[in-house]
């Protein structure tokens, strides 16, 4: 597609129960990154893809967090017995290339979650 | 741990006024300095970015000014105007790296 696509964008659960964020990147950007963005805050890096393998997983809060990519393409955050704390933007990012980020990361519009 | 400060947090300009943005650094490795807007609803958008080996990077009414040996940099917007309003994220990298470390984020509104 043109851009990063993210679904759903809103996203109500109930505390204790799973979800699933999907990241579809631009065609052919090899590197795919997951930020999250609490209410007014800044970005926080959770995980880095290069093509399948992820080789930062630095950035995840918690052994509930979890992601996957497949084909090199799709990537999917998964979020376990999630907790109020939890609720933020899930921001996806993609780009050519994992060196030299110089070539610019397109985010796509987030995924609002909202665990009550 | 690397760290990019970003300051203010929120910034009010006038209409036609100049807002400033400020970025602080750590990392001496850090080499490419982007600056990303990001709209209500919306991901941050590349807006301007710089390297080091140049002081200043304009782009329409955007600027970049770089101070190496300060380890700080800052985005001018020139003639501000209400369509500006946005959140100003400031971010650094190094070359071999993969990962963008980007600034807490400053809240621009420019007032009509």
């Known amino acids: 597609g043109a851009g990063v696509s993210q679904s759903p964008s809103n996203k109500v659960t109930e505390k204790g129960k799973d979800v699933e964020l999907r990241c579809d990147p631009i065609s052919g950007h090899t590197a795919l990154y997951w930020y999250r963005q609490s209410l007014g805050q800044g970005l926080e890096f959770l995980i880095y893809f290069q093509g399948n393998s992820a080789p930062d997983k630095s950035g995840l809060p918690s052994d509930r967090f979890s992601a996957e990519r497949t084909g090199g393409s799709v990537s999917t955050l998964t979020i376990q017995r999630t907790q109020q704390e939890d609720s933020a933007v899930y921001l996806c990012a993609s780009s050519f290339s994992s060196v030299g980020a110089e070539y610019g990361y397109t985010f796509g519009s987030g995924t609002r979650l909202t665990v009550v | 741990q690397q760290q990019v400060k970003q300051s203010p947090q929120s910034l009010i300009v006038q209409k036609g006024g100049i807002s400033i943005i400020n970025c602080a650094y750590e990392n001496t490795a850090f080499d490419y300095f982007p600056w990303y807007q990001q709209f209500p609803g919306k991901g941050p958008a590349l807006l301007i970015a710089i390297r080091p080996d140049v002081s200043e990077k304009k782009e329409g009414r955007f600027t970049i000014s770089f101070n190496k040996s300060a380890k700080q940099f800052s985005l001018h917007i020139m003639d501000s105007q209400p369509g500006d309003s946005a959140t100003y994220f400031c971010?650094?990298?190094?070359?071999?790296?993969?990962?963008?470390?980007f600034g807490g984020g400053t809240r621009l509104m420019v007032k009509p």
């Open positions: 971010a650094a990298s190094t070359d071999a790296g993969n990962m963008l470390t």
